[in-house]
C-alpha cells in the first residue's frame, strides 16, 4: 500500500534574511498542494513556528526517497508536520482607486 506524503523543506521567518540560517524538514498531507513560497505554520518542539516553504515534495513515505531526505537534511524521525497553510487574500479597493483617479485628474 502507498503512503504518499509531502516533504515540506521550511526556513522559519525569524530567520528568513540570514543566508546561512537552517532549513527544517516537515510532513505533510499526500497532495495538499503547498507550493514553493507559501507561508505555513509548523508544530515545533516549543509549540508552533511560522515559515515560509523552500521546497515542497510528494514521496511515498515507505520509499528510499524519503529516507533519504531525511538523511540529507538530517531530520530526526518522526518528522513533525505541517499544521495549516496561510492563505493570502487579496483586498480589493475598487471605489477607493477610482476616487484618486478622478482626483488626479485635471
Given at each position: 500500500?502507498?503512503?504518499y506524503?509531502?516533504?515540506?523543506?521550511?526556513?522559519?521567518?525569524?530567520?528568513?534574511?540570514?543566508?546561512?540560517?537552517?532549513?527544517?524538514?516537515?510532513?505533510?498531507?499526500?497532495?495538499?498542494?503547498?507550493?514553493d513560497?507559501?507561508?505555513?505554520?509548523c508544530?515545533?518542539?516549543?509549540?508552533?513556528?511560522?515559515?515560509?516553504?523552500?521546497?515542497?515534495?510528494?514521496?511515498?513515505?515507505?520509499?528510499?526517497?524519503?529516507?533519504?531526505?531525511?538523511?540529507?537534511?538530517?531530520?530526526?524521525?518522526?518528522?513533525?508536520?505541517?499544521?495549516s497553510k496561510?492563505?493570502?487574500?487579496?483586498l480589493?479597493?475598487?471605489?477607493?482607486?477610482?476616487?484618486?483617479?478622478?482626483?488626479?485628474?485635471?
Amino acid at each position: 500500500m502507498t503512503n504518499y506524503v509531502d516533504l515540506v523543506l521550511v526556513i522559519f521567518t525569524s530567520d528568513v534574511n540570514d543566508k546561512r540560517s537552517k532549513r527544517y524538514l516537515f510532513e505533510a498531507p499526500g497532495f495538499a498542494h503547498i507550493q514553493d513560497g507559501s507561508k505555513v505554520i509548523c508544530n515545533v518542539k516549543d509549540g508552533t513556528e511560522t515559515g515560509w516553504v523552500v521546497s515542497s515534495y510528494t514521496v511515498d513515505k515507505n520509499s528510499e526517497e524519503y529516507n533519504f531526505m531525511c538523511e540529507c537534511t538530517s531530520a530526526t524521525l518522526p518528522l513533525k508536520r505541517i499544521k495549516s497553510k496561510i492563505r493570502e487574500i487579496e483586498l480589493d479597493y475598487e471605489d477607493e482607486e477610482e476616487k484618486e483617479e478622478v482626483e488626479v485628474a485635471p
